[in-house]
Every structure is written in C-alpha cells, then in structure tokens.
C-alpha cells in the first residue's frame, strides 16, 4: 500500500509540471568577462510533447556549475529543477576573458506549466556561491511564447529500448556531412551508439535508453578548423580552436542546433563532426562533440558522453590551465574527483579495508593485474592527479576512461556514478 501511494503522490506531482505535455524552450545569453556574470532572457518557444525526465522533477543529482529550477506562483512549490555547466564558465577561466566581455547563447528545454510559473536561473562559481541569477515569471498563455512549427530532419533509429517517456533519449546528430553523406554518417552514430553501450554500465541498462540518428545535412564536407584558415557551412557551425586551443572542438549556435532538431524526441545530444582530426568537447547538460574520422573516435565519444551525460570530471592534468579549478577548502560537484575537503561525500564508502591516503602510485601495467584475476575493487583508492592539476586533487582508480585512451572501461567510481544518473532520470526516489 506505501508503494502504490508513492506511486499516485508521483503521479500527481508529474501533471502538475506535464499537464499539458508541451516542452518550453527558453534561451538565455550568458555574458560577462572573467570576473562579472550576467544573465539575459533572449527568447521563450514551445513546441507538443515532453521527452525529458518524468521522475525526480523537484531534484538534481549533482550540483553542477548552474541550476535552472521552475516553481508553482501560487504555492512556491519547485516542479522543475536541473543542473547543468555551460562554455560560457570554462571561457571565464582564460585568458582572452581578463581583456574582453563576450556573450555565450544558452538553450534549455523545460515542461510546460499548467499554471503562471516562475523561473530562475543560477551560475555558481569555484566554490558553489552563487555568481549571477536571473528570475522571471512564466504564463503559458502569453502571446510572445513563439510557437514552433518543426521540419522534422531526416532521421532513423538505432537503438529502441522503449518508449519516449519511459526511456532517456539520446538524439546523434550530423555535423559537417553533405546530403551525400547521410549513409556515412548513419554508419558512424552505429559506432558512437555501440561504443556507449559497450561500457558499463551503459550496457546493462541499455533496455532504459532510446538513440536516434539525425541526419542534418551540411553545405560542406568537413567542419572548421581556423588555425588553418578553413571557415566550412555546415549545420551547427562547429569549428576547433575554441579558446585558442587547438583540438577543442565545440558550437556556440546552441540555437541554431536545437532549432534543427525540434521535432524529435531528446535529452541529450551527441554531435559527430565529420573529419579526422583529433578533437572534441564535453558539457554537463548542454552537449557531446567529438570526431567521427579518428582512430580514436570509439574511446573519446564515450568519455566526452562521461562529462556531457553524467557529470564526470577529466582525471587527467597538464598543469597548463590558466586559473585553477579546484581549491582545498571545498569539494568538486564532480563525483569522481576529490581535494579531500569532504572525502565522505565521494568514494570513501568504497575504499577497500586497508588503503593510504593519498594512495601510492601503481607501478606497472594495471589491465594486465586484471587479466590475470586482480579485482577492480582493490585498486580503489586516493591517487593524486585529477582535474587538469597534478597537485591537491585526487582521482579513484589508476587509470580510467575519464583519464586515457587507452583503457578499457570506467573504473568502479565513475560506474556508480553513471549508474546514479540514469535511475536519476528513470527510478523514482520516492518510491524507494
């Protein structure tokens, strides 16, 4: 009886955000400089059905470097709340942004509510303080909600685990492939769709995911690459050299993408860019973007679908960034990255009996440990080295899809991680 009454308590909080099972898209510009943030309203949209989330409506599983949450006017109750990162944040951190204000589009889909609503929007900084927040009403019948008529793209399935308000649906899509190339490109979402599954846990709960291919078509072949003095017109105008750096590849048309995809069910996007070049992307919340021609394609679009899908942090470091990200007297929202500040919060619960912290270094080749009947768990640890710095931040395991190539699948940390954010999205925590 408990279960069944959580069940019609779930119920009722989904038609209060879902009555009228329309999806409202709002675009925000994020300007500001290195040490200013601002938020504008650019434009409201709406569009029938809703493919995002039908659990957890009023929660975030991870903080994020932003939150955008929906309450009820009349009752102040939260009937939609997520969190997210944005380009705009990781420009902050360099050194074009000491000299230079810029203007970063951002694009997020939320349900429509059945009643006046308000929205508000928050950036945070290093340490999780609030930088910049934006707050504004939302009435379902306003007149300036443009309505979106959408051309649905070409497009084709790959992978049906169920329905589209029971599964997380996963939109492919095509950058810098001509009409030609359609074939080309729907072979190689087939590659990017069975690499993610490939890896746990994606794998076991495969029955839980949808992936569609959308095939939009590029006046060129090819994607921009400015250092070369190449400018291509493709569909979502991605173009490497973000940032000055060479192999990061990303779009800033956040509006131009999610116009082209209107139309078909998603959550999350993985954007193929069609060359052989190294390079690509990951944003919580926003994007995947990595290269379809390089022979590292399979590895690199599983790990920038780490960042962009569950939030994951890079355990790799240069020592090269600009400013530093993490700071001793607070703890990442990522949760397979540490500085100790609040260790119970990550992995502590998974260290095995006997371990140091920090964790010693492994010496030799750790995958062929494996092979020879070592178990995962017992190279859980505390390994300094993580999140672009070699110093005062620690990763769980020795080596990891989130660190290298070359490995050959999450470690037991960032599983449990991902495992999380997909029963976020689809397992109600009420009912547990």
Not at 237 to 254: E, I, Q, V
Request: aromatic share 12%.
């Amino acid at each position: 009886m408990k279960h069944i009454l959580m069940i019609l308590i779930m119920a009722a909080v989904s038609s209060v955000a879902l009555a009228q099972d329309q999806t409202l898209r709002i675009d925000y510009i994020f300007s500001g400089t290195d040490k200013a943030q601002e938020i504008s309203l650019d434009e409201m949209s709406c569009f029938d059905g809703w493919a995002g989330r039908r659990v957890n409506l009023d929660k975030v599983p991870v903080r994020g470097n932003g939150q955008i949450s929906m309450t009820d006017k009349a009752t102040g109750k939260v009937i939609w709340r997520q969190s997210f990162s944005t380009l705009f944040q990781e420009w902050q951190t360099t050194e074009e942004a000491t000299h230079v204000r810029k203007a970063f589009e951002n694009v997020f889909l939320l349900p429509m509510p059945s009643a006046e609503a308000v929205v508000e929007v928050e950036l945070y900084d290093f340490r999780g303080g609030v930088s910049a927040s934006l707050s504004h009403n939302v009435l379902p019948s306003d007149i300036l909600i443009r309505r979106m008529d959408p051309v649905i793209p070409p497009h084709r399935y790959l992978h049906q685990g169920g329905d589209v308000n029971d599964c997380i649906d996963v939109a492919i899509v095509a950058e810098g492939y001509t009409a030609d190339e359609a074939d080309k490109f729907y072979a190689d979402a087939k590659v990017a769709m069975e690499a993610i599954l490939a890896h746990e846990p994606f794998g076991q709960y495969q029955d839980r995911f949808n992936f569609v291919a959308v095939a939009l078509s590029s006046e060129e072949s090819g994607v921009s690459v400015p250092g070369k003095g190449e400018w291509k017109k493709t569909a979502l105008s991605s173009h490497f050299n973000t940032f000055y750096m060479d192999r990061y590849l990303t779009t800033l048309r956040l509006r131009q993408m999610h116009d082209r995809l209107c139309g078909i069910p998603y959550e999350h996007i993985v954007i193929l860019a069609n060359t052989d070049t190294y390079g690509g992307g990951g944003i919580y919340n926003s994007y995947t973007l990595t290269t379809a021609g390089h022979v590292s394609f399979r590895p690199v679009v599983v790990h920038e679908f780490g960042h962009s899908f569950a939030g994951l942090a890079d355990e790799y470091y240069y020592d090269d960034q600009f400013v530093e990200y993490y700071y001793p007297d607070c703890e990442p929202w990522e949760q397979n990255i540490t500085t100790l500040f609040d260790f119970t919060s990550k992995w502590d619960d998974m260290l095995p009996k006997v371990i140091g912290i920090p964790t010693a270094p492994v010496q030799g080749n750790i995958w062929e440990s494996f092979h020879e009947g070592v178990g995962m768990d017992s190279m859980i640890g505390v390994y300094e080295g993580a999140g672009y710095q070699s110093k005062g931040v620690y990763r769980p395991f020795p080596d990891c899809r989130m660190k290298t190539n070359a490995v050959e699948s999450f470690c037991p940390v960032c599983q449990r991680a991902i495992a999380r954010m997909i029963e976020y999205h689809i397992v109600s925590r009420q009912a547990d």
